[in-house]
């Protein structure tokens, strides 16, 4: 369990992004992939997205192909829903907030840095993501160049944040909201 019904709520909230921070730096920890859902043109889209940083404001970054659907979903819509699940501590999280896309900027090129050898692929494809393709050889087909012109950036700025504690029939239910700069705190009936 990451709480239980004696944590205080302060602690929850720490205890909550200390679990976020180290899914940044282990690959094998549960809320590294997280499922980020954005407005369709008809139905709500869901993928998952890999944790790459989240700072002191509690701000979180993706990385992703400017050329994706995602992002011409968030700059006709920027608010976005994140969805965590930890299966050994039992505790889920949902993530409000508005997004927002940086490409070729100061952030991109700090992040940039970090993608290293083949992984820059993932950005460098010749086809963007989704397009229609013959066969499966040419998705495999990247720029000679291992640029970062298509590499982008999403951000995250949550607005609100709520975990549930599953534990059998007395689960706990915890809602923290960005208010005037810092977080109020709440239990909810789970």
């Known amino acids: 369990m990451l709480f239980t019904e004696k944590t205080e709520l302060s602690q929850v909230f720490e205890l909550f992004q200390a679990e976020c921070s180290k899914a940044v730096i282990d690959p094998n920890h549960p809320f590294r992939f997280i499922t980020l859902s954005t407005f369709g043109t008809e139905f709500p889209n869901s993928r998952y997205v890999v944790l790459r940083a989240i700072n002191q404001d509690f701000k979180v970054y993706f990385y992703t192909d400017s050329r994706s659907q995602k992002i011409a979903e968030i700059q006709k819509n920027p608010a976005v829903s994140l969805h965590l699940y930890h299966p050994e501590k039992k505790v889920q999280a ?63 700025n949550p607005r609100s ?30």
């Open 94 to 156: 949902k993530i409000l907030g508005k997004a927002s896309v940086h490409t070729m900027d100061e952030i991109t090129a700090y992040h940039w840095k970090k993608v290293k050898g083949e992984a820059r692929k993932a950005y460098c494809s010749i086809h963007k993501p989704g397009t229609k393709i013959d066969s499966p050889e040419q998705a495999h087909q990247w720029s000679e160049n291992l640029d970062a012109r298509y590499f982008s950036i999403l951000a995250i």
């Open 161 to 190: 944040v709520e975990l549930l504690q599953l534990n059998g029939v007395e689960h706990l239910r915890a809602v923290f909201n960005k208010k005037n700069g810092g977080w109020e705190f709440s239990w909810l009936a789970p």
